[in-house]
């Protein structure tokens, strides 16, 4: 099973500034692997897939970068509504996994 | 607009079943797969379930052998039969479409609680 780990657990900003999150593999996903943002008492939604692509809808503040077992996503200037918890999910192997989540909380 | 609807929730003992349904619409259901995740109160995502739009499934190692997936095409319909149930099953679960055949979740359905306790 692949393993992916999220850091930091958890990351305190203020409006504007810019965010970013990791997620590590436990071996090569390739670009296979895709982030999900979940707001209190909401389904995830789709923010990134294949590493770097936006999915439908998604501000262009949200990027994607990396391959193999290094990745991340980043929020170039956030705004009130972009606080909540984001997933990074590998679909190269099964089981498909999730990591442990990042907590983006206002500062 | 795609909809993905949950139903079939409750409060079961252990070792108990029950059914989920995910009714689906806005879309060809026949020519997604389409995946179960779960919640556990306060606890992050965990995949339960694939089944594609042939009916080739795949289960997560916590639930195989007491979960089975199924999905009626012609009634754009997904189930999950849970038996055997156990108190680490208590979850929110959420229906999830996958981008054309893959496991890229674009759609989710709003959840189902399962709870499971004496």
């Known amino acids: 099973e692949i393993v992916l780990t999220q850091s930091p657990a958890t990351l305190s900003l203020s409006p504007g500034e810019r965010a970013t999150l990791s997620c590590r593999a436990s071996q090569s996903v390739g670009s296979s692997l895709a982030w999900y943002q979940q707001k209190p008492g909401q389904a995830p939604r789709l923010l990134i897939y294949d590493a770097s692509s936006r999915a439908t809808g998604i501000p262009a503040r949200f990027s994607g970068s990396g391959s193999g077992t290094d990745f991340t996503l980043t929020i170039s200037s956030l705004e009130p509504e972009d606080f909540a918890v984001y997933y990074c999910?590998?679909?190269?192997?099964?089981?498909?996994?999730f990591g442990q989540g990042t907590r983006l909380e206002i500062k | 607009e795609v909809q993905l609807v949950e139903s079939g929730g409750d409060l079961v003992q252990p070792g108990g079943s029950l059914r989920l349904s995910c009714a689906a619409s806005g879309f060809t259901f026949s020519s997604y797969s389409m995946n179960w995740v779960r919640q556990a109160p306060g606890k992050g995502l965990e995949w339960v379930s694939y089944i594609s739009g042939g009916s080739f499934v795949y289960y997560a190692d916590s639930v195989k052998g007491r979960f089975t997936v199924s999905r009626d095409n012609a009634e754009n319909s997904l189930y999950l039969q849970m038996n055997s149930l156990r108190d680490e099953d208590t979850a929110v679960y959420y229906c999830?479409?996958?981008?054309?055949?893959?496991?890229?979740?674009?759609?989710w359905g709003q959840g189902t609680l399962v709870t499971v306790s004496s």
């Open positions: 999830a479409r996958g981008r054309y055949t893959t496991s890229i979740y674009d759609y």
């Open positions: 999910q590998q679909r190269s192997n099964w089981p498909i996994t």
